[in-house]
């Protein structure tokens, strides 16, 4: 399917959220929150992922049972703010192999700057999970999905935290097929291309750096 949203709206997923918009949320809760919820995306984000039947044996029986099929995972989170949901999603897939792209956002221009990039080895036998906690205009998300599938992966999947109308329909535009999973979407960008209601600055917030 083209232009896939998936909203998160699980009542835990939208009470974390609405704790984490707060202004007056702390460095430290956002932080723990962050993790939280960013657990929970995992939960959904993984939904669909193929298993295979392996041969098992419990104390009791032998019985075959499933496994997350191929190779191992990859969360590719987007510097920096994307490291707060590679924490939370790395609990529940501990052994996910994880990349990072490092974009910054021109202030004038507001277009997707790329300063770093590593992912890892085998990348055309792995499903792809990129973390990016803000789809604001979409630039970051649009140029990092852009520099993953040159990689070539099995399968990419963006997840979000907020995502704006207008970074969705860009990023569309973009990357029909890739769907984006996100805890909300909200009302629209304001004309320094943040997310309205929104919740600020997610690294700073993340960070304690304001
Ligand atoms: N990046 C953020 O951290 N917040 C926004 O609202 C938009 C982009």
Redesign the pocket.
């Given at each position: 399917m083209e232009g896939q949203v998936h909203p998160i709206d699980h009542p835990l997923v939208q009470h974390k959220l609405t704790l984490m918009r707060r202004k007056d949320c702390s460095t430290s809760n956002f932080r723990r929150l962050l993790q939280e919820i960013s657990m929970l995306l995992a939960y959904e984000v993984t939904r669909d992922m193929p298993t295979t039947l392996h041969p098992i044996e419990t104390p009791l029986a032998a019985m075959q049972a499933p496994l997350l099929d191929g190779k191992k995972i990859v969360l590719i989170s987007i510097l920096r703010?994307g490291s707060g949901i590679l924490d939370g999603m790395l609990r529940i897939l501990p052994s996910a192999r994880v990349g990072h792209i490092g974009l910054y956002r021109d202030p004038k221009t507001l277009v997707a700057v790329e300063y770093y990039f590593k992912v890892p080895d085998h990348m055309t036998d792995r499903d792809v999970i990129v973390a990016d906690?803000?789809l604001?205009t979409g630039n970051s998300a649009i140029a990092a999905i852009q520099r993953i599938k040159n990689t070539r992966p099995r399968s990419l999947k963006v997840v979000c935290l907020?995502a704006a109308p207008e970074g969705i329909k860009a990023f569309h535009e973009h990357h029909p097929e890739i769907p984006i999973y996100t805890a909300a979407v909200d009302e629209r960008l304001n004309e320094k291309?943040?997310?309205l209601p929104?919740?600020?600055?997610?690294?700073?917030r993340l960070y304690g750096t304001k």
């Open positions: 703010a906690p803000m604001a907020l291309g943040y997310i929104g919740l600020g600055d997610a690294g700073d």
